[in-house]
């Protein structure tokens, strides 16, 4: 297994200069050691700059979204090879909010993974049940669904370095986290589900990430559980308090 991988999702949130000084403050926190891989999401309008504010440092960059095509008459779209070209080396795929608001498919997000995997980007597939689901006892059925359709066609070795976003939907941006148990009990399955589909030795490596009201204080009860390799924060991203004791949640 990897190092975990701590991921902030700014959202639609921060122009330029708002972006460089908490870049600056994250940098500056986070330049000893810790142990997590730290990875940071902006809008496609600041990854440039972010991308070189943090030349001098290990922290990565991601973008929110990419294009399922290549290139070409797609207005408004941004490729895989423009996100390369701008530094990214991860891609959020298939966000609940993204789900919701532009009614991206499973289909879709495979599509989108393919693209990244052609150019070298490292895909973060998001899968998360609704309330309703949940309260429906679905939330497995989904997920098996979420994951078969978003993965198909691809190989093992395509999907090696994949991150596994595990965000319940009525988690996001609530407050209301979900037990550390709960969660474990999901990314177990989430973990057979792609033992089945790519074999264990794959599935047994893959970072597993939890997604959904993520704090300062909660961080140490969520990252203790063994399925649970990271996590990937919204609000508490914007914070720099609070990311970068996230980052540092073993240090107390
Ligand atoms: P939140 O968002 O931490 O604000 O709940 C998480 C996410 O949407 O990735």
């Given amino acids: 297994m990897k190092e975990p991988i701590i991921i902030g999702n700014w959202k639609m949130n921060m122009i330029i200069p708002d972006a460089l000084k908490l870049i600056t403050g994250i940098k500056n926190k986070l330049s000893g050691k810790h142990d997590a891989e730290v990875v940071i999401s902006p809008s ?106 978003g993965l198909t066609g691809f190989k093992v070795h395509d999907i090696e370095n994949l991150v596994i976003a595990y965000e319940p939907v009525w988690a996001i941006g609530t407050g209301r986290s979900a037990e550390s148990k709960d969660a474990e009990s999901v990314h177990g399955f989430i973990r057979e589900i792609c033992a089945s589909m790519f074999g264990g030795v794959v599935a047994d490596k893959l970072r597993i990430i939890y997604g959904g009201s993520v704090t300062d204080e909660n961080i140490q009860s969520i990252m203790k559980e063994k399925n649970i390799n990271g996590v990937l924060v919204g609000g508490a991203s914007l914070v720099l308090e609070k990311f970068t004791k996230i980052v540092k949640y073993n240090e107390e």
């Fill in 44 to 149: 496609f309008t600041v990854l440039n700059s972010a991308h070189i504010a943090l030349a001098d440092s290990n922290i990565k960059l991601a973008a929110q979204n990419v294009s399922f095509a290549d290139k070409g008459a797609y207005t408004g779209e941004v490729s895989a090879k423009m996100l390369v070209d701008v530094g990214c080396e991860y891609v959020i795929i298939g966000h609940s909010e993204r789900r919701q608001y532009f009614h991206e498919s499973n289909k879709d997000c495979n599509k989108k993974i393919a693209v990244c995997l052609e150019e070298g980007l490292t895909p973060i597939y998001c899968v998360g049940e609704t309330l309703a689901e949940r309260d429906a006892h679905k939330t497995l059925d989904v997920m098996e669904l979420q994951l078969r359709e």
